[in-house]
């Protein structure tokens, strides 16, 4: 059984930054790839980045403003977010792809507001 924890969510305002993380109960190394996904009250859930071996994606609304890393040694994700907009309130997931199986995190409250 695998475990995905986040953390760092909380309450910015408008043009702050936060960094998530995320940590699994085993080697992520052993992961095809690693993301972070998000969900607005009253939308679906929608991809914000995804890290690969040597490799990342974004989705198109936190290009430039988002940065998503890797720390095998610690068996860590993060999600750098900074000019943080009200936009980008929602509840963000980790997510882990193992030998074709998605895990995922119980998920971490991130509002912004003035």
């Known amino acids: 059984q695998v475990q995905l924890v986040e953390s760092g969510g909380g309450l910015v305002q408008p043009g702050g930054s936060l960094k998530l993380s995320c940590t699994a109960s085993?080697?992520?190394?052993?992961?095809?790839?690693m993301g972070w996904f998000r969900q607005a009250p009253g939308q679906q859930r929608e991809l914000v980045a995804r890290i690969f071996s040597v490799s990342a994606l974004y989705g198109d609304s936190v290009k430039g403003r988002f940065t998503i890393s890797r720390d095998n040694a610690k068996n860590t994700v993060y999600l750098q977010m900074n000019a943080l907009n009200p936009e980008d309130t929602a509840v963000y997931y980790c997510?882990?792809?193992?030998?074709?199986?998605?895990?995922w995190g119980q998920g971490t409250q991130v509002t912004v507001s003035s």
């Open positions: 085993r080697s992520i190394s052993n992961f095809n790839d």
């Open positions: 997510n882990g792809r193992l030998y074709g199986v998605d895990y």
